[in-house]
């Protein structure tokens, strides 16, 4: 079911009626009224004209026990909605000290409904609908409960890092401090769903919210928070999943996708949801999920992975947030610092053939002659790396990457490449890469496997390479499209692009995919500790950040708005007035047809200027370069399909062609070739009413005297069936020319060193091998036995009589493990463990102190910022709590402020572990 957003935001029709409050109050209150399931003429549920000591209430709502819930106070369809406000306010008010309790209050003059819960300090807000009597009775009660979010105490068996309590604690803070729209942009992997998770628990607790909407964009998405999260952290809390209208009204959780809630939007209340969490979506939330939030009256929270940068600037405000300046902001870089993500390294590999091109002459011989028999140019075939696999199938290109790849990738102990997925650049390009596999490597069954939206049973497939773990099938995975953003396979290591991606946002989706966490993803136990990225492609520059494209090519769309501006200045340069007049409507009837959005609100005083055709009454202007100024947006323009625009770009091209008295051999061929693929379908009834005049436009006199006017009814005839015509491949060249990698440059992300060991160290592994022949603890932890008391007493006595001093705190000095126990020590000696990393340990510390305590999103922070320091500095005092550091992020006397005494005290003794 499709809404308001589908309003044209350039045709204005004001209402000007000069209703009394009455007539409003019959025409359009009731209405709204009876809308939200009230009964107008029931005395039990509404009462008009309720007195109230001297004044008169224009509406109240009852509750059963007859005490009001809700005050509706009325004015004229002229007036505002709000100049009631004070005076029903003074009506809750009275009746609060005869009822015991304040009612809420709504405003409205029929065209607008305002919710003012007065009880909350909180402004009156615009909502949709009024709120039903389940609805106001729940919200009652729910006040009478309330205890402030920020006093619960986090659940940490739900949410246990740091970002995510300080993520919830912000959320927090700021429903006490009455927002109620919050934007959480964190990075993919950081546990966006658990935190959400985290949140609902807190606002259960605390009481703020009874009824929870899980909203996602996909179905998957929605059965996961249904089954995956709901179920593990809500077991006993009333669920239901929002499949058709029949929804249990009773649940308290619920899971639902977009699209169904558009469907049903009007079944639902503006106050039958009291939180809606909206989870990652890449869509403008001015479309389809601006109705959605704007039909519901309750907090909204958004999770989102999108980079900072690349959140629109309309998301902030629908957020109520500065620019760049979410609730919340947790990016992939703190992420890889704390080791909650992996890093990436990146390889950029090309060939020969990408570096310098494939000239026409170097085709094979037979090409060249076919060339020659056709009467081609070889000169023409000059082929650039982008039109590799696109306009040329060279052969051993894909020979190229597939070797480098199989020499380069990480591999398993068989020596042959784990988890990894090729983006490749269409079907052919992907079948082309596998069937090279297949050549290379005749032994490796199965090795590759292409995943498609365009293969059978691509589900299936998908399933098998995210399952299978230690046979050879399905080791690689070569997509296109279907594998770039949501799917989850951890142990994936290689990422390889053979394809140039012009989306940075949809690049960072890309790579983000893939640095999730994954341990035993090795043989021996080892972890992931990062991916590799092998790029064929130069998406990559050499600091590691993603590589624009060099293009400047325009869609469709607006090259079809430049070809009309373009027709309008030879029009007024020919002095043709009717065509002039014609073509300058079809460009304001372009724009006319424009839906709101961000980008055209900010061109909105030019889009007025134009459609009131000032720019062609003002000599001061140039009509043309204002015109020209709206291209951008031009690319909004959906009136007609992207077949029927490509369509009709060439004939507006082959118009401009005419009047310019070009020649137009070329234009002609490809349009007849169009127009012959269109005939060649004329078996579809469509086609088939058209067949005499598709015969026409084929013969050679028809093109002898082509004109203006032929080509406007061609447009006219055809550009609606244009989607009928039978494709036909586009010839691509075939070549096995001779190809290899002759550049290679490695790129690392970050600074990733392990610790070194002294001499002291070495030291202390040789007293390990010389006492292990007599002590029976070394020779217990050698056989991996448990150790008992009497075991770590012979132990401490042992490395005490050695000359070096051998201490557990010497040997935290020496590796800077400053709460590592002395086993651990000599099981990390003999090869029998791993140790932590210093920013692991500090890490694991925090996090333990952080879920001990309840602190506040400040306090957090703060302590992040410590951690920071510690990390990086490897020793911390109470000065450096005075420091820039930490001034510039909280002011002056900021450790006093945020801390009291006790919990100072007990901030110090948390830093001292590590003053070694």
């Known amino acids: 079911m499709k809404s308001g957003f589908e309003k044209n935001y350039f045709i204005y029709s004001p209402l000007k009626m000069n209703y009394l409050e009455s007539d409003t109050r019959g025409l359009y209150i009731d209405k709204k009224l009876i809308k939200s399931w009230y009964n107008v003429e029931n005395q039990n549920q509404i009462i008009k004209e309720y007195q109230i000591n001297n004044l008169f209430a224009d509406y109240v709502i009852l509750d059963t026990d007859n005490t009001i819930l809700a005050v509706i106070e009325a004015k004229k369809y002229s007036r505002s909605a709000r100049d009631g406000q ?26 607008e409904i305002y919710f003012y819960n007065s009880i909350k300090n909180e402004s009156p807000r615009l909502i949709k609908s009024f709120h039903t009597i389940q609805d106001l009775r729940k919200l009652k009660e729910l006040q009478k409960m309330q205890v402030k979010p920020t006093s619960i105490k986090i659940n940490t068996d739900i949410s246990w890092r740091h970002y995510q309590q300080e993520a919830i604690k912000r959320v927090a803070e700021w429903i006490e401090a009455g927002k109620r729209e919050f934007l959480l942009v964190m990075a993919t992997w950081t546990w966006k769903t658990r935190t959400s998770m985290w949140l609902i628990d807190v606002m259960l607790k605390s009481n703020q919210v009874q009824k929870v909407l899980f909203l996602t964009d996909r179905t998957a998405l929605r059965d996961q928070a249904f089954d995956d999260w709901f179920w593990v952290y809500f077991k006993s809390t009333p669920k239901s999943k929002i499949e058709t209208w029949n929804t249990d009204e009773n649940a308290r959780l619920y899971s639902a996708t977009y699209q169904t809630m558009i469907n049903y939007l009007d079944k639902f209340s503006s106050g039958f949801f009291d939180l809606i969490i909206i989870d990652e979506v890449h869509r403008s939330i001015y479309w389809e999920w601006k109705v959605i939030l704007e039909h519901f009256d309750c907090y909204k929270v958004w999770l989102t992975a999108t980079p900072l940068k690349f959140v629109d600037r309309s998301t902030y405000n629908a957020f109520w947030c500065d620019d760049e300046n979410p609730t919340y902001y947790y990016w992939y870089d703190e992420a890889v610092k704390e080791w909650f993500l992996v890093p990436y390294k990146v390889l950029i590999a090309r060939t020969k053939f990408q570096i310098q091109w494939i000239k026409g002459f170097e085709l094979p011989k037979e090409i060249l002659e076919q060339l020659k028999k056709e009467w081609k140019d070889p000169e023409e075939y000059n082929f650039e790396w982008t039109e590799i696999w696109n306009k040329i199938d060279n052969k051993d290109t894909n020979r190229a990457i597939v070797k480098e790849f199989m020499e380069q990738s990480y591999k398993l102990e068989d020596w042959l490449p784990w988890k990894t997925i090729i983006f490749a650049m269409n079907q052919k390009h992907a079948e082309n890469i596998q069937t090279t596999f297949e050549e290379l490597y005749p032994n490796l069954n199965n090795f590759s496997v292409v995943i498609t939206s365009s293969v059978e049973k691509n589900d299936e497939l ?17 997509s296109v499209d279907m594998l770039d953003t949501w799917v989850d396979v951890p142990e994936l290591v290689n990422l390889v692009f053979a394809r140039k991606v012009f989306s940075e946002s949809k690049f960072w989706q890309m790579v983000g995919r893939w640095t999730r966490l994954c ?34 090519t325009l869609w469709l769309n607006q090259r079809y708005y430049e070809s009309k501006i373009e027709l309008l200045k030879l029009f007024e340069n020919r002095s043709d007035k009717k065509w002039f007049e014609k073509t300058k409507k079809e460009i304001i009837s372009m724009i006319k047809s424009l839906k709101e959005n961000d980008e055209i609100i900010n061109k909105k005083d030019l889009i007025k200027s134009i459609l009131e055709e000032n720019i062609f009454d003002n000599i001061a202007l140039n009509p043309y370069e204002e015109l020209y100024k709206l291209t951008p947006v031009m690319r909004y323009y959906d009136t007609e399909s992207l077949e029927e625009i490509r369509f009709l770009v060439k004939w507006e091209n082959l118009k401009i062609s005419i009047l310019k008295e070009e020649n137009i051999d070329k234009l002609r061929d490809s349009l007849a070739s169009d127009i012959n693929a269109l005939n060649s379908n004329n078996h579809l009834q469509a086609v088939e009413t058209k067949k005499d005049f598709l015969k026409q436009c084929l013969k050679k006199d028809f093109w002898d005297d082509i004109d203006i006017s032929k080509i406007e009814q061609i447009q006219k005839e055809l550009s609606s069936i244009i989607k009928y015509k039978k494709i036909n491949e586009k010839d691509i ?12 440059r490695r790129i690392q992300y970050g600074d990733w060193k392990q610790m070194e060991s002294d001499k002291y160290w070495k030291v202390f592994v040789d007293q390990i091998e010389y006492f292990a022949k007599s002590s029976k603890a070394l020779q217990k932890i050698k056989n991996d036995e448990i150790l008992n008391k009497e075991d770590l007493e012979e132990l401490d006595k042992l490395f005490k009589q050695s000359e070096y001093n051998i201490t557990v705190t010497n040997l935290r000095r020496t590796l800077h493990r400053p709460t590592i126990d002395f086993v651990s020590f000599i099981k990390f000696a003999l090869w029998k463990t791993t140790l932590p990393n210093f920013e692991e340990e ?10 001990e305590n309840n602190f506040s999103s400040n ?15 490897k020793h911390i005092t109470v000065e450096d709590f005075y420091s820039d550091t930490f001034e510039k992020s909280f002011g002056m006397w900021a450790f006093e402020r945020l801390f009291k005494q006790k919990e100072q005290e007990k901030v110090m003794e948390l830093v001292e572990k590590f003053s070694l």
């Open 86 to 111: 004070f005076q029903a306010l003074d009506y809750a008010q009275i009746l609060e000290t005869k009822q015991g309790y304040r009612p809420f209050i709504f405003l409205s003059n029929g065209k």
């Open 733 to 744: 060249v075939i070549s096995d020319l001779k190809d290899e990698v002759i550049e290679r």
């Open 842 to 851: 500090v890490s694991k510390v925090f996090e333990s102190y952080l879920n």
């Open 519 to 552: 341990p035993w993803v090795f043989w021996k136990a080892k972890d992931k500790e990062d991916f590799l990225i092998i790029d064929f492609a130069l998406n990559f520059d050499e600091t590691h950040t993603f590589k624009e494209p060099n293009i400047n």
């Open 462 to 478: 998908l399933r098998d390479f995210k399952k299978l773990k230690t046979e050879k099938k399905f080791r690689v995975a070569i």
């Open 859 to 873: 306090q957090i922070r703060f302590l992040q910022i410590v951690k920071s320091v510690l990390i990086t500095k």
